[in-house]
């Protein structure tokens, strides 16, 4: 046993269910976010609020989990750093098959070459599969706005809010070691 905590916020405990196939219960509940549920860009603060909406069902060879994750997203725009406040709600599905069968096996190296989810006597771990879930979810590079113009090369203001900004005539940059030059008192 890797030993699940029955108390950890995203460990259900699937003993009212029972194992009779068929046999279903609804879940609601709000537990807080665990660490780095996201990319590093974009993602749910930890501790706050992921509200579940699941449903469990006992089939022949384990636990179903469908339903539907929802949280608070915060980050920020890879163009222009604005901050996003956002939001994701992701769908869940996954079949956590009993573990009983593999008692006193050596189940290797966890996540590494075995992808099933499994129950942990009458324990799950929804953790993993909301974590998927909600990465696969995100953009993968996250804007303020569609298409955002980013910043200013020149002076890093933000062009989403000045659409007008200018300085004027560009100096080429490869004239622009030539014009210090010039410059220099010392020629
Ligand atoms: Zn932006
Ligand atoms: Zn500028």
């Known amino acids: 046993m890797t030993g699940l905590d029955p108390r950890a916020p995203l ?3 699937t003993r009212e269910l029972g194992r009779r196939p068929g ?7 709000t537990a ?3 660490a780095d549920l996201g ?4 993602s749910v603060p930890e501790g706050s609020p992921v509200e579940l909406d699941l449903r469990l069902e006992a ?3 384990g636990v179903l989990v469908t339903g539907t994750a929802f949280a608070g997203l ?3 725009c890879v163009r222009c750093l604005e901050p996003i ?6 769908d869940i599905q996954e079949l956590y098959v009993y573990n009983d069968s593999r008692d006193g096996q050596d189940t290797g190296p966890e996540g590494e070459d075995d992808e099933t989810s499994r129950t942990e006597g009458d324990l799950l771990d929804l953790e993993p599969v909301i974590r998927d879930a909600v990465v696969l979810a995100l953009p993968f590079q996250p804007m303020c706005q569609d298409d955002c113009p980013g910043l200013c090369p020149e002076c890093g203001a933000r062009l989403a809010d000045e659409p007008g900004h200018d300085h004027g005539e560009k100096i080429d940059p490869r ?3 030539l014009a210090s030059l010039k410059d220099d008192p010392s020629n």
């Not at 406040?85 to 992701?90: G, L, P, R």
């Open 85 to 90: 406040h956002d939001e994701v709600e992701v």
């Open 39 to 42: 990319i590093e860009v974009l």
């Open 59 to 61: 089939v022949m060879e």
């Open 11 to 13: 460990v259900l405990d």
């Open 175 to 177: 004239w622009a070691g």
């Open 32 to 34: 807080p976010a665990p």
């Open 23 to 29: 046999s279903e219960r609804h879940v609601e509940l």
């Open 74 to 76: 915060e980050g920020e």
